[in-house]
């Protein structure tokens, strides 16, 4: 069985729609797929209904920007209550910030001597609920500024470029506190992404965040290398958290993060679904079914 626990539509900074990804999911031997765009549950009711014609088992998600000690995190939800108004809340004021920015950005690239509209990068974005750096990268590749997403990020709109405007995130614990309150379950994502070892996101804190509801650390990803994944799941063992894996697809939009290409073992996603059951009927909300065609 081939589950893979985080991937992008269209609906955020992936390039596929929600209906081409779960086919291709299919095609791809993926036998559970979980979506989980940036910020928005967008994407959720194609999803189903491409998932109940693939024959595709699917877990509604989303990827939540967080902040801890003024770092981002990543932390990827499933299964909540996309109705619970703190959630609701709390999503608004992600989306708010993230519309608030594009303006600011393109004011810095401006500056810069790059003329983009905001109008390019709604074309660009299409059908995205959650408009991010990505899009505004597209937009610069359309304009020929550079040859590909990557490198807009590497010399314009990566967190030290010139063209880097900060946006709101929710504070992690509060979130982990809402996603479990909303009757889902919430997973770290990628946590040591590329700084091999995150002061502020140690084994005390993994632990402090399990005591208020946290359920997995997202283990297997692209961008942790093998010390880093050994010492993670090192860290899930001693806490008690669920180990998942997944590829982080974002279409086009990312190489390197084929579906499939990590994925979670049986027995973790079955933890995970027995931790969100119980967050469910703890939480007393109308939480959505894991979609089993
Ligand atoms: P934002 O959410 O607007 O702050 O943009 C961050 C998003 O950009 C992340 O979700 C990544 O998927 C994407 N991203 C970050 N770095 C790169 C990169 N080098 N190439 C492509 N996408 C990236
Ligand atoms: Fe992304
Ligand atoms: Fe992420
Ligand atoms: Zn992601």
Not at 186 to 197: G, L, N
Request: aromatic share 4%; hydrophobic share 40%; charged share 30%.
């Amino acid at each position: 069985m081939r589950i893979d626990l985080h991937t992008h539509s269209d609906r955020s900074d992936g390039t596929t729609p929600p209906r081409e990804l779960v086919r291709h999911a299919r095609e791809r031997g993926i036998d559970v797929l979980a979506l989980t765009d940036h910020d928005t549950t967008a994407g959720w009711a194609e999803a189903v209904e491409a998932a109940v014609h693939e024959g595709v088992t699917l877990v509604r998600g989303l990827e939540i920007s967080c902040v801890l000690e003024g770092h981002g995190v990543h932390l990827a939800g499933y299964l909540p209550d996309p109705t619970y108004p703190p959630l609701v809340e709390e999503l608004g004021r992600i989306l708010d910030g993230r519309n608030r920015r594009l303006p600011a950005t393109l004011e810095r690239l401006r500056g810069l001597g790059i003329d983009i509209e905001e109008e390019d990068v709604r074309r660009v974005a299409g059908d995205a609920a959650a408009l991010g750096r990505p899009h505004v990268a597209d937009a610069l590749v359309e304009k020929g500024v550079v040859g590909h997403r990557g490198e807009a990020f590497d010399t314009l709109l990566g967190s030290r470029g010139p063209a880097y405007v900060h946006r709101y995130a929710a504070p992690l614990e509060e979130m982990v506190r809402i996603v479990a309150a909303a009757g889902g379950v919430s997973v770290i994502a990628h946590p040591w992404a590329k700084r091999h070892d995150f002061a502020a996101l140690d084994e005390e804190r993994f632990a402090a965040l399990k005591d208020i509801g946290l359920a997995g650390i997202e283990v297997d990803h692209q961008d942790h290398d093998r010390a880093t994944r050994e010492r993670l799941r090192e860290i899930a063992r001693d806490v008690g958290l669920v180990v998942t894996g997944s590829s982080d697809y974002h279409g086009d939009g990312k190489i390197d993060h084929d579906l499939g290409c990590n994925v979670t073992e049986p027995e973790e996603y079955s933890r995970l679904l027995d931790l969100a059951a119980a967050a469910s009927e703890a939480s007393g909300r109308d939480t959505p079914e894991v979609v089993v065609p």
